[in-house]
């Protein structure tokens, strides 16, 4: 595997010197020229399969971002879990088995946390009775 940032090989380390705490043995795929180049991805527990794709911090922290306002979307209530992924496959037009944010670049990052705040923030407006307009059928448009 290479680094898709900088090209150089990447390895299989322990998180340990890249996070803070590192208490649970969190394993990484970590780019070899790691701090210049500072793109890492997590592993599964227990595995050595990626949660994702390999992130830069800029991209590491839109995903963090876009996984807070998602979540928002079935914690709050407002659609099941089930729903959330299936509105998320839809918004990146991807089959249900890819809608992950840890496979997401920047510009679906990006998409995922305005769309997610337009809902939250319209469902927001609507339990304090003011006017909503709901988008004409609630579907995502795939461009």
């Known amino acids: 595997m290479r680094c898709p940032y900088c090209g150089a090989p990447v ?3 322990s998180a340990d010197g890249i996070y803070r705490d590192n208490s649970n043995g969190t394993m990484l795929y970590v780019c070899s020229h790691y701090p210049q180049c500072d793109a ?13 794709t390999m992130a830069n911090h800029e ?12 979540d928002q979307l079935h914690q709050s209530g407002m ?14 037009c ?3 088995s890819q809608a992950h ?9 990006k998409q ?8 939250l923030e319209q469902r927001n407006s609507k339990r304090k009775g003011y006017p909503f307009r ?10």
């Open 94 to 96: 991807a089959p249900l």
């Open 79 to 92: 659609m099941s879990k089930q729903d959330a992924y299936q509105w998320l496959a839809d918004l990146i």
């Open 101 to 109: 944010i840890g496979y997401l670049g920047e510009y679906y990052c």
């Open 134 to 143: 709901e988008i004409e059928g609630g579907a995502a448009v795939c461009f």
């Open 40 to 52: 890492y991805v997590r592993v599964h527990a227990g595995t050595n399969i990626p949660v994702g």
């Open 11 to 13: 390895i299989y380390r």
């Open 59 to 70: 991209l590491r922290t839109l995903r963090r971002t876009a996984h807070h306002y998602f």
């Open 112 to 119: 995922v946390i305005e769309e997610s705040r337009k809902l």
